[in-house]
T-cell receptor, first 110, second 113 residues
Framework: GENVEQHPSTLSVQEGDSAVIKCTYS??????FPWYKQELGKGPQLIID?????GEKKDQRIAVTLNKTAKHFSLHITETQPEDSAVYFC?????????FGTGTSLTVIP | DTEVTQTPKHLVMGMTNKKSLKCEQH?????MYWYKQKAKKPPELMFV???????INESVPSRFSPECPNSSLLNLHLHALQPEDSALYLC????????????FGPGTRLTVT
């Protein structure tokens, strides 16, 4: 089955700096890679996703890159703000199978 | 509208109680999911309903019983739970399967005493 590894498990950055979270997957059949943000006491919120026919996608301060050959994908947050503090989960999906990464707790220090 | 609603927000129940969790979406999604999430862990899939039929049961104990009355509603019936079942229960939906965007509800925080 699929194995999704996510690093780092915790990340602290100064407000205004960039944050990068990396995930690797093992199943070459995975073709959909969403990222979720989960704030304390809330459900996961889809913030950006990418499909295997695209190498990069950007939405304002958030971007995701995908390297199919190396089987890894990354979330980039620029100009971080305190409200970006949350747990972030990556995921990989083949359609039939869906696997979450282990999560990254991001703290943005004002 | 990408909203999935869940009720109740919090639930405390004894081990002999029977209770139900409810989930609703009006996005026309035909796949709905129940997840269980423990603190500091990713969500764990429990059940998948596809076109109102149960398509995946991830070996969940029978004290959890899902029900999909129609394409917009999903229930999770709880009976004779154990303290280790205390967790955040999340409902999600997607257009067809998990190769489409999944939208999560806010969850029900369940405490079993």
């Amino acid at each position: 089955g699929e194995n999704v590894e996510q690093h780092p498990s915790t990340l602290s950055v100064q407000e205004g700096d960039s944050a990068v979270i990396k995930c690797t997957y093992s199943d070459s059949a995975s073709n959909y890679f969403p990222w979720y943000k989960q704030e304390l006491g809330k459900g996961p919120q889809l913030i950006i996703d990418i499909r295997s026919n695209v190498g990069e996608k950007k939405d304002q301060r958030i971007a995701v890159t995908l390297n199919k050959t190396a089987k890894h994908f990354s979330l980039h947050i620029t100009e971080t703000q305190p409200e970006d503090s949350a747990v972030y989960f990556c995921a990989a999906s083949t359609g039939n199978q869906f696997y979450f990464g282990t999560g990254t707790s991001l703290t943005v220090i004002p | 509208d990408t909203e999935v609603t869940q009720t109740p927000k919090h639930l405390v129940m004894g081990m002999t109680n029977k209770k139900s969790l409810k989930c609703e979406q009006h996005m026309g999604h035909r796949a709905m999911y129940w997840y269980k999430q423990k603190a500091k862990k990713p969500p764990e899939l429990m059940f998948v309903y596809s076109y109102e039929k149960l398509s995946i049961n991830e070996s969940v104990p029978s004290r959890f019983s899902p029900e999909c009355p129609n394409s917009s509603l999903l229930n999770l019936h709880l009976h004779a739970l154990q303290p280790e079942d205390s967790a955040l229960y999340l409902c999600a939906s997607s257009l067809r399967d998990r190769s489409f965007e999944q939208y999560f509800g806010p969850g029900t925080r369940l405490t079993v005493t």
